[in-house]
């Protein structure tokens, strides 16, 4: 799913041709996005109606002595007595609205919970991207040849293969427990803030300077480069001016999705480091089958998903002058 507006085919195409071509990519990304949207929903409430278990038994615990009549009540108040796709219907409906339900854990909406909780995460993940963006742009550019190229693949190889969590906790051991730097526990909000996101930057910064760096040599062997250094400019300029802006295209759309992804994935991060935030709010729903969190959590991500797709559409635009719809192409 893309904002894919496509360019005017001749020099002197009236604007509002562009205009059009823009309402029209903008409609079938928000269909798309919609589309994307009801998959999710509807995997995560089939896959959760699989899952063996009735909520109500997690609900009340395993010593409870509730009789049988009281946990049908139960049922019938959560409606979880109603044929599964009078429930999947209903919840979609709920959804058109607004409302993603009651938690049976916590019982509170469930937006209230994940406005509670987004926060949190959202910041984590958005500290972490900015982190990793700040170590692999320049790694990328001053590591693509020679033996720093190796060393770099090398390094950025052992980055990516650590498991998040153990990162994490060798990072908590060292600049917590050892050097008393930075704290687990304790201090402010951005000190508390700096060893999880850079647990969670550090592999994202080896995966995007590997495909910055390969971007920037599928560039540099574009014909432009040619015509560009003919003109006397340095290499320095053709890499600041041009070639980096072709690689940053790839490396953006691949940014967008991690950053996605960090919001689902911050769990361990959130559990070693004993935050708040998403990730935990999802693994106690999981493990105490609260439906509609877990599924307030996949709308959530879903619709986080559609709007960085967009806006990693949108900065495409900004970086490639190509991409835009009243860009001429030469003939």
């Known amino acids: 799913m893309s904002l894919n507006v496509s360019p005017a085919k001749r020099p002197g195409t009236p604007n ?15 269909v ?60 979609l409906g709920r959804v058109l609205q607004g409302d993603l339900g009651q938690s049976y854990q916590q019982h509170k909406p469930v937006a209230q919970i994940l406005g509670e909780q987004a926060v949190p995460t959202m910041l984590l993940a958005l500290f972490a991207l900015v982190l990793a963006i700040a170590i692999a742009v320049p790694a990328a550019l001053a590591t ?120 689902g994935g911050a769990v361990l991060v959130e559990t070693v480091f004993a935050r708040p935030g998403l990730g935990r709010v999802t693994l106690e729903a999981i493990l105490g089958r609260d439906l509609p969190v877990v599924m307030g959590v996949v709308v959530l991500s879903g619709v986080v998903f559609i709007v960085i797709n967009l806006v990693v559409d949108l900065l495409a635009l900004v970086i490639d002058p190509r991409l835009r719809p009243n860009r001429a192409v030469a003939p």
Do not use: C
């Not at 509002?16 to 928000?30: N, Q, S, T």
């Not at 589309?35 to 995560?44: D, F, H, N, S």
């Open 16 to 30: 509002f041709r562009g205009g059009r071509a823009l309402v029209r990519a903008v409609v079938k990304f928000l």
């Open 32 to 91: 798309g996005g919609a589309i994307v949207l009801w998959g999710a929903i509807t995997l995560a409430f089939g896959v959760l109606k699989l899952v063996p278990g009735d909520p109500v038994d997690v609900m009340l615990g395993p010593m409870s002595s509730v009789p049988p009549e009281v946990r049908a009540e139960i049922r019938a108040n959560l409606g979880l007595d109603e044929p599964v796709l009078v429930q999947y219907f209903s919840y």
């Open 144 to 263: 693509r040849r020679g033996f720093l190229r190796g060393l770099a693949n090398f390094t950025e190889l052992i980055a990516v293969s650590a498991p998040v969590f153990w990162t994490a906790m060798l990072l908590a051991s060292i600049f917590s427990y050892q050097l008393q730097w930075l704290p687990v526990i304790g201090g402010n909000e951005f000190t508390r803030l700096i060893l999880p996101a850079v647990s969670m930057a550090l592999p994202i910064s080896g995966v995007l300077a590997q495909v910055l760096r390969q971007g920037l040599d599928r560039a540099e062997n574009q014909p432009f480069t040619l015509t560009v250094l003919a003109r006397g400019r340095s290499r320095t300029a053709l890499v600041a001016t041009h070639t980096l802006r072709h690689a940053l295209v790839g490396t953006l759309t691949l940014g967008g999705f991690i950053f996605g992804s960090l919001l």
